[in-house]
């Protein structure tokens, strides 16, 4: 079975510098989709970015890039300048299983933006 | 101009109650979800439709029914409510699957008491 981790329950980032969220996964599968979510306090679940494993070049989406490492089942996510508005937690997502859009969430990791 | 939104937002209910989460979506999308947000922010699917028929539907005790009467549509039942139920649940959908997208709810808190 497909199984994400996020490895870091907090983070914490100086406003205008940049952090990196790491994500690994475990899968047999060769065709699949990574995604970052963003839920602030609001609770809703925003998309962040997407990311098709079969893609060799990294998505970007303005300040937010991740880091693609297919063979180390590994999908990191970079936020340049980070702003306080980025203060949330984020969840790395897998979807895989013959594309049912069945969403393998990690635990997620809690961001703080310190002004 | 909500995308998906469900009613009600935040619901507090005595224990053996059954109760109703509502969803709606309007962008077109023929599949529709429900997740569900524990205590500790974990989230696992419960429930998806696609075309108003159920594709996938995970370890849920039966007391949970989800029904669509139409695509634009997927409601959430809960019969005999227990303490443990007590969780967010989300509404979300998207276009097809195939790792397409798939936006979210709003969330509906429910608090078992």
């Known amino acids: 079975a497909q199984t994400v981790t996020q490895s870091q329950p907090e983070m914490s980032v100086q406003e205008a510098e940049t952090v990196t969220l790491s994500c690994t996964y475990d899968?047999?599968?060769?065709?699949?989709?990574l995604f970052w979510y963003k839920q602030p306090p609001s609770r809703q679940m925003i998309l962040v970015i997407r990311q098709e494993a079969y893609k060799q070049q990294n998505a970007t989406e303005n300040r937010f890039s991740v880091n693609f490492q297919k063979a180390a089942k590994s999908f990191s996510l970079k936020i340049s300048d980070s702003q306080l508005g980025d203060a949330a937690m984020y969840f790395c997502?897998?979807?895989?299983?013959?594309?049912?859009?069945?969403?393998?969430f990690g635990q997620g990791t809690t961001l703080q933006v310190k002004p | 101009d909500t995308a998906v939104s469900q009613t009600p937002k935040y619901l507090v209910t005595q224990m053996g109650n059954d109760k109703s989460i509502k969803c709606e979506q309007n962008l077109g999308h023929d599949t529709m979800y429900w997740y569900k947000q524990d205590s500790k922010k974990f989230l696992k699917i419960m429930f998806s439709y696609n075309n108003k028929e159920l594709i996938i539907n995970e370890t849920v005790p039966n007391r949970f029914s989800p029904k669509s009467p139409d695509k634009a549509h997927l409601n959430l039942h809960i019969n005999s409510l227990e303490l443990g139920d007590s969780a967010v649940y989300f509404c979300a959908s998207s276009h097809g699957t195939g790792g397409n997208t798939i936006y979210f709810g709003e969330g509906s808190w429910l608090t078992v008491v």
């Open positions: 997502a897998y979807d895989g299983s013959g594309n049912t859009g069945k969403l393998i």
């Open positions: 899968t047999s599968e060769s065709d699949y989709y």
